[in-house]
């Protein structure tokens, strides 16, 4: 069995349970965070790794939205939150991050939110990312990262066999490092909350 089935798998059983295990988070840090980074964006946008639709409430009106998943349990929530928001300019599809069925330079933006930990070939997804935004357009990231901070880092590395089991999430992935590696162009780099384990990455082709 591949690591993409696998980790699919696993995002099926824990869709349930999903919102509940990360609503601490959601209230203290990513609340204001959607607001921040997602409210303002318009144009053509696509989420990769839309999960269970956190983000579906926070969507310009005058944005014209795709968020794909490959977990259809996952997509299944999402598409409650849709319905329940009467929002008509959003998608959803089950797509694998790795092979986007899109054309090349689709996008104005490109969204992902706590993702590229748990992309099982995380560079072939950030290709798949560059192809499909358009020459202006930007891949906006809100992600969990390796931290240069040595005792944190140290933690990490410690619970990633955890997280990795559990729910095919990976805690110490030096996502910023993907992003150079996969041909794209980091123009903002900030650190949001626990120092720099969780920033907000800006990139271009």
Known sequence: MNTTIKSKKKYNCIAR????????????????????????????????GIGTGKNIGYYNKEAEVVGIDFSEKMLQIAEEKLVKSGKRNITLKQMDA???????NSFDYVVTTCVFCSVPNPIKGL?????VLKPTGKL???EHVLSKNPVI?????????ITKFFMGVNVNRNTKQNIIKSG???????NLALL???KLVIARK
């Open 17 to 48: 349970f999903y919102d509940l295990h990360s609503k601490l988070a959601e209230k203290i840090w990513f609340t204001k965070w959607r607001k921040q980074f997602i409210l303002p964006l318009k144009g053509k946008i696509l989420e990769v």
């Open 98 to 104: 790795e092979n986007l069925e899109f054309k090349d």
């Open 127 to 131: 290709k798949e990312i560059r192809r």
């Open 140 to 142: 906006i990231m809100i």
């Open 153 to 161: 880092a140290l933690i990490e590395h410690v619970h990633n066999p």
């Open 184 to 190: 794209l162009r980091v123009v903002e780099d900030r």
């Open 196 to 198: 720099d384990v969780f």
